[in-house]
């Protein structure tokens, strides 16, 4: 007897048995299976490859010299199996899509009621005529249908309307991926039945639905991992909508601070300074708001703002240079400004003959270059506090341009000679 197609079924089922089981132990050893939906696909997946087994059980039963009768008793033994495994597979099927409509319209739905007992009693009628020989008959070579074969497919065909029902009522949450992916449960099986005209004696059931189980679990994987992405995206813009709640105040602060100190030694100038900081309240702090990076041409607009008006204060004690070699990037709102307010207050405020802020920028292949330099009276970077101002500033400017444009931040200081900063931003972010 020519066993070509068995030994091709036993390499199937053991190739497919073994994928089966890398994903069983990979649920099982990430805990994927903590949620309801997930439970129900190990599940499946539990059920699949009990199919798998039997199919692989029958096969190498079938090509060894087993007496007929032990054959035919061990092959109505696996397909019994096979049987329970496949309508408890369908059982499982039915709950997941449930779960899984049920999250994304906000409805408990209940399938469970309908499919556990349309799976148990299908199962058990299979199992009971596969021994009468209602269903189906082996003679220790082939299968035969019996008089009941089409009823005994009834079961599945009401479980698989039920959940097309349920995709149809519900479809409106449900995107085109998804649906694609649910559905593969049935017509992958209907694809295996075209080719098995083509090629007699495969055992096409589990095959497929092991491949749209693969599917399924890819699709939805992806989903769950595009999910995530989008929350902490939004986590992270939650975050820079609270560094710049941070920031802004101390500008605001500062730049009030500075017009306060203005009105007791130079009305004249305090009145011009409030003039300007009025139109620069009113050109431009809407865009303090942005989430994302602005221009640094924008920036640039912020910074000299706010250093006229420090210049208004500190006259010939603040002395501003400019060397803006490239501008044609985009930059987090109030990076340098920050930088250049750190380098005013810290550095030249704190020294007795004033000094000099320089603002620079250029590029080369790689990466943009802003640089803040100022010759106050510096700072030892290894002992600057955690908590002071300085310190928060730094941080979340270094958080801020790390998670919007991939940009660093570095700083150099030496005390009594003067600080550097300098803000390096990929091209790429641009």
């Not at 032990?70 to 495994?85: G, M, N, P, R």
């Not at 220790?140 to 079961?155: H, R, T, W």
Request: charged share 25%; hydrophobic share 40%; net charge neutral.
């Amino acid at each position: 007897m020519n066993h070509t197609i068995d030994y091709v079924n036993i390499g199937i089922s053991s190739f497919l048995l073994a994928i089966v089981g890398i994903k069983l132990f990979g649920d099982i050893h990430m805990r994927k299976n903590a949620n309801k939906e997930r439970g129900q696909f190990t599940k499946m997946l539990i059920s699949d490859m009990l199919m798998l087994i039997s199919v692989l059980t029958v096969k190498i039963v079938v090509c060894q010299d087993f007496d007929n009768d032990e054959l035919v008793l061990i092959t109505k033994i696996a397909y019994s199996v096979y049987f329970i495994a496949f309508y408890s597979l369908l059982g499982f099927y039915g709950i997941y899509v449930s779960y899984y409509i049920s999250r994304r319209c906000g409805r408990k739905l209940e399938m469970k009621k309908f499919v556990i007992p349309l799976a148990t009693i299908f199962s058990i009628f299979w199992v009971v005529c596969l021994f009468y020989g209602f269903v189906v008959s082996f003679d220790g070579i082939n299968f035969e249908k019996g008089p009941l074969y089409f009823a005994g497919q009834v079961g599945g065909y009401l479980i698989i309307l039920l959940v097309l029902v349920y995709m149809i009522v519900y479809r409106k949450y449900l995107k085109k991926d998804n649906v694609i992916a649910l559905l593969s449960i049935v017509f992958f099986p209907l694809i295996g039945v075209i080719l098995r005209a083509f090629v007699p004696g495969i055992e096409i059931m589990p095959y497929m639905i092991c491949l749209s189980l693969i599917l399924m679990d890819n699709t939805f994987q992806y989903e769950q991992e595009r999910l995530l992405l989008e929350q902490e995206d939004k986590i992270s813009r939650d975050r820079i909508k609270i560094l710049l709640t941070q920031i802004k105040p101390h500008f605001l602060y500062n730049v009030l601070n500075s017009i306060y100190v203005l009105c007791e030694k130079d009305p004249e100038k305090a009145q011009e300074a409030i003039g300007r900081f009025s139109d620069y309240l009113r050109g431009n702090l809407s865009n303090l708001e942005k989430e994302d990076c602005i221009t640094f041409l924008r920036e640039m607009e912020h910074v000299t703002n706010y250093l006229s008006l420090e210049k208004m204060r500190f006259r010939e004690k603040l002395t501003i240079k400019y060397d803006i070699r490239d501008e044609s990037f985009d930059i987090p709102a109030l990076s340098v400004q920050l930088l250049a307010e750190n380098a005013v207050k810290h550095g030249i405020h704190k020294k007795e003959e004033g000094g000099t802020v320089r603002i620079e920028s250029y590029s080369d292949s790689e990466y943009y270059y802003v640089i803040v330099e100022d010759d106050g009276v510096g700072f030892n970077p290894d002992e600057y506090k955690e908590g002071d101002g300085l310190h928060i500033g730094l941080d979340n400017l270094r958080e801020r341009l790390l998670r919007m444009c991939g940009g660093h931040l570095v700083v150099e200081s030496t005390p009594g000679v003067g600080t550097k900063s300098t803000i390096t931003i990929p091209r790429g972010s641009n």
